[in-house]
């Protein structure tokens, strides 16, 4: 089974600074990440997935995150921020059991609040 | 090309009655996920669905709750005889068969039981 570990439930920042949501995972086998968004009231959006290949990812809205295997880590990050950035940030994990596609292990998520 | 599309948005039920949740995946779609949101909680799945075979259970509760994905039709996730713990907002995702690990998410119904 794997788990995700989101650090820190709130994180506030001022606008146009720059902000990191931290995610780490656990797991036995290889695994799959995503990030999602999630504005009030409204589904999750897929901010940036990591499959295969290169470890760092770009998303939409400008954000990106990095693979680290070896720390076991996929955060989330964007050089400047904006008002419309104020939402609920999920990490995601899906195993590689290699029978099929799993359902996601989420985080608990990280609710980024921008001060201006 | 229209998103996942759930309905209702919101379904009030009182304890005892049956809530059914419906889900039409993205055109071309051919996997469908169903996960539940608790306040204060992240999301947790529940099932993963092809047409007519559910692949993963491991998520639903034993009792009250199924899942279904027919040949025709959008997916139900169907809930009898609510209780007031079953008050959640659930959420499905579908993925294209090419792509099966990239979940896209509807609205999401958000179940408020009296």
């Known amino acids: 089974a794997q788990s995700v570990t989101q650090l820190d439930s709130q994180v506030p920042v001022f606008e146009e600074a720059p902000v990191e949501l931290r995610c780490n995972y656990s797991?036995?086998?290889?695994?799959?990440l995503f990030w999602y968004v999630q504005y009030p009231n409204q589904g999750l959006q897929l901010l940036l997935k990591?499959?295969?290949?290169?470890?760092l990812v770009k998303g939409i809205n400008g954000f990106e995150a990095e693979f680290n295997k070896s720390q076991t880590s996929f955060h989330l990050r964007k050089p400047s921020v904006h008002i419309s950035d104020t939402a609920e940030y999920f990490c995601a994990v899906s195993a590689d059991s290699g029978g099929g596609a799993d359902g996601l292990t989420f985080g608990k998520g990280t609710h980024l609040i921008i001060q201006p | 090309n229209a998103g996942v599309m759930q309905n209702p948005r919101h379904l009030v039920r009182r304890r005892g009655q049956e809530a059914r949740l419906r889900c039409s995946p993205m055109k071309g779609h051919s996997h469908v996920y169903w996960y539940r949101q608790l306040p204060e909680e992240g999301l947790k799945f529940m099932v993963y669905?092809?047409?007519?075979?559910?692949?993963?259970e491991s998520g639903m509760p034993k009792e009250r709750f199924s899942a279904e994905f027919p040949k025709e039709g959008p997916s139900i996730l169907r809930i009898q005889q609510v209780v007031r713990g079953d008050s959640a907002a659930y959420f499905c995702a579908s993925s294209p068969r090419d792509s099966p690990r990239v979940g896209y998410f509807g609205a999401g119904t958000r179940l408020s039981v009296l």
């Open positions: 669905l092809q047409k007519e075979n559910i692949i993963d």
């Open positions: 990591y499959l295969s290949g290169s470890t």
């Open positions: 797991s036995s086998v290889s695994v799959y």
